[in-house]
């Protein structure tokens, strides 16, 4: 089943992105959607359902390649085990944008922001995208100056 994004797929609301078809199917009584840069299907999710928006927007419409994309990124914060949602590397194999992806019905608060800003602490990403499929925060990292930014737009890579 391919149903586009214009269209509100079961419970799951239409999100503030261009459209894109999904490979969703079912899988007893739950659904699971295809995920292209981890190549199985995922348990279909209010959050998974916003982070596959997300991964199609940062390689189908700002054309960055899937194979510098890392999905559901293990990494420590100290001594905490942290899981980063998406994670762009640049041209340079460096990280370059960090994007953190609620459920649509989750606010994007300032503990989300926070959230974000801890990990990238760690991967020290030049953008932070934040997203619940309905409110996008873009916030550039300016090193010099040692503080996040907001931003338009993420930049593209085509």
Same mark, same amino acid.
């Given at each position: 089943?391919?149903?586009? &994004? ?8 239409? !999100? ?28 279909? @999710? ?11 927007? !940062? ?5 960055? &390649?899937? $194979?510098?994309?890392? @999905? ?45 800003? #801890?990990?990238?602490? @760690?991967? $020290?990403?030049?953008? !932070?995208?934040? @997203?619940?499929?309905? #409110? ?9 100056? $040692? ?8 930049? &593209?890579? $085509?």
């Amino acid at each position: 089943m391919t149903p586009n &994004s214009l269209k509100q797929y079961k419970n799951f609301p239409i !999100l503030d992105f261009p459209v894109y078809e999904f490979n969703i199917r079912a899988k007893g009584i739950e659904d699971e959607i295809w995920d292209f840069t981890r190549k199985k299907f995922i348990k279909l @999710t209010p959050e998974e359902w916003v982070r596959q928006h997300a991964l199609h927007f !940062l390689t189908k419409t700002l054309h960055y &390649s899937a $194979g510098m994309v890392k @999905t559901e990124w293990g990494h420590k914060y100290n001594t905490v085990q942290k899981r980063t949602d998406i994670l762009v590397y640049g041209k340079d194999f460096q990280p370059f944008i960090l994007c953190e992806c609620k459920a649509y019905n989750v606010p994007i608060n300032r503990a989300v922001m926070e959230q974000a800003v #801890v990990y990238n602490k @760690t991967v $020290g990403a030049d953008y !932070l995208y934040i @997203t619940n499929g309905k #409110v996008h925060l873009c916030l550039f990292l300016n090193k010099e100056l $040692g503080r996040y930014e907001p931003v338009n737009e993420l930049p &593209s890579n $085509g």
